[in-house]
């Protein structure tokens, strides 16, 4: 079965830095990536998806962009964070299918 | 585009008393429907899912029915118990691939 890594588990950033949290997966080849937003009591907002190395595709407008390097790599990242940015975000993994989506631990982000 | 409404929006029940959260979807090329189920500050996690050709499936306490004419689907927990309590998303994946989510429904299973 496939692990999905996700680091670090929380951070705290001040309004104007930059932001990398990454995401990798083991267990499983070729997958379908995809990062989610939670804010805090609401539900999942689909960000960034990715069926490939190199091929992002972006759901929302916003400071987000997102990456993927390697097969099971994918990393979000922005150049200059908001108050707006806080929340939970959530990797995610499904197989070519778009199918069964497992989720990774999560990444607490509190924009200050 | 897909678009997935879920109600209630909170649900409140007795333990041992069965849980029902309704979705709707609107995209008639949808044909797969996974539920995920998310406790407080973790990951949600796939609970159960059903593709179109079936219209119902059962796994222990929880069953999910399918009603494709009325583009309607639903989860099922009976005999619940405190540790059901959570926040339950429904989804639904569509003509465009990449699954839409309800909004959620908060369970509450008092002891």
């Known amino acids: 079965s496939q692990t999905i890594h996700q680091w670090p588990a929380t951070l705290v950033q001040p309004v104007g830095s930059p932001l990398s949290l990454e995401c990798t997966v083991e267990?499983?080849?070729?997958?379908?990536l995809y990062w989610y937003r939670q804010a805090a009591g609401r539900g999942l907002q689909l960000l960034f998806y990715s069926v490939g190395i190199g091929q992002i595709s972006s759901e929302v407008p916003q400071n987000l962009s997102a990456s993927r390097p390697q097969d099971r790599q994918f990393i979000l990242s922005s150049k200059k964070l908001l108050l707006s940015d806080s929340g939970f975000y959530l990797c995610?993994?499904?197989?070519?299918?778009?199918?069964?989506?497992?989720f990774g631990p999560g990444t607490r982000l509190t924009v200050t | 585009g897909e678009n997935v409404e879920q109600h209630p929006s909170t649900l409140s029940v007795q333990e041992g008393d069965s849980a029902v959260i309704k979705c709707t979807y609107s995209d008639s090329a949808s044909n797969y429907f996974p539920w995920y189920k998310q406790e407080l500050g973790k990951r949600p996690q796939l609970i159960i899912d059903i593709r179109s050709n079936v219209g119902e499936k059962k796994d222990q306490r929880i069953a999910v029915t399918l009603n494709k004419t009325a583009k309607h689907f639903s989860l099922h927990i009976t005999e619940t118990q405190p540790e059901d309590s959570a926040v339950y998303f429904c989804?639904?994946?569509?003509?465009?691939?990449?699954?839409?989510f309800g909004r959620g429904t908060s369970l509450i299973v008092h002891p």
């Open positions: 989804a639904a994946r569509g003509g465009s691939y990449i699954p839409t």
């Open positions: 267990g499983t080849s070729n997958p379908n």
């Open positions: 995610a993994s499904s197989g070519t299918d778009f199918n069964e989506q497992y």
